[in-house]
């Protein structure tokens, strides 16, 4: 079953404790992507990587980290240094380059972290 | 700078009538526009896109660079069409498909 996976889907931590989001991709895409979903905001891009070992900042890199050490796996850090963790996450990958594909970004279900 | 801004952030329409929502951006380029849309309970996943000059579901979007609009517009809105709907925007090139979202805008249609 091709796709995304993003894990887990619900995720509660205490105030000062890093949390790593997975997620996991079989389509074979270059690029992945982070993005924080609030009510209201709309998404907001954290980090993108358009192929291994690299990645760059999004809008809202502040308090989160990333590695691209394969190319099936972008996992997210979410540090105590990040002052509103609590959100819906949302992990995407598209083929890297627009020639190549249509400009779509392809979802996973998303992890709701809550700290408390 | 690219920003998308959908203004609406309800929209409740009756079953059969018309539904617009409103999509306004800022790109000093020539960008590209997306309509995203999120039913309940399943993933996020494209609608449609503005070079593809297609309709999807009944759907139709217009790049208007005029105005610096991308507005969606079905004219007989159905129940299934409730849904969370973004407005996006990819801009430079070289940055791949990375993708500037707006707000998003929650349709009711009401039977």
């Known amino acids: 079953d091709g796709g995304i996976t993003q894990s887990p889907k619900y995720l509660f931590r205490k105030e000062g404790q890093n949390v790593t989001l997975s997620c996991e991709q079989n389509?074979?895409?270059?690029?992945m992507y982070w993005y924080r979903q609030d009510p209201g905001q709309g998404l907001r891009l954290i980090y993108y990587?358009?192929?291994?070992?690299?990645?760059q900042k999004g809008d809202i890199a502040e308090g989160y980290s990333v590695s691209r050490e394969k190319k099936e796996s972008f996992p997210l850090t979410v540090t105590s240094a990040q002052k509103n963790p609590t959100a819906f996450y949302l992990c995407?990958?598209?083929?890297?380059?627009?020639?190549?594909?249509?400009?779509?970004?392809?979802f996973g279900e998303g992890s709701r972290l809550t700290v408390l | 700078a690219q920003r998308v801004t959908q203004p609406e952030k309800l929209l409740s329409v009756f079953k059969g009538a018309p539904v617009e929502l409103k999509c306004n951006y800022s790109?000093?380029?020539?960008?590209?526009l997306f309509w995203y849309v999120q039913y309940s309970r399943q993933r996020l996943q494209l609608l449609l896109r503005?070079?593809s000059r297609e309709s999807i579901k009944g759907f139709t979007a217009d790049l208007n660079k005029g105005e610096t609009s991308f507005h969606l517009k079905k004219p007989f809105a159905q129940e299934e069409d409730s849904a969370m709907y973004y407005c996006?925007?990819?801009?430079?090139?070289?940055?791949?498909?990375?993708?500037?979202f707006g707000g998003g805008t929650r349709v009711l249609v009401k039977p």
């Open positions: 995407a990958s598209s083929p890297r380059d627009r020639g190549s594909g249509t400009g779509e970004l392809f």
């Open positions: 389509l074979n895409h270059d690029a």
């Open positions: 990587s358009h192929i291994v070992n690299d990645f």
């Open positions: 790109y000093s380029g020539s960008p590209e």
């Open positions: 503005h070079i």
């Open positions: 996006a925007l990819s801009g430079i090139k070289a940055a791949g498909n990375k993708l500037t």
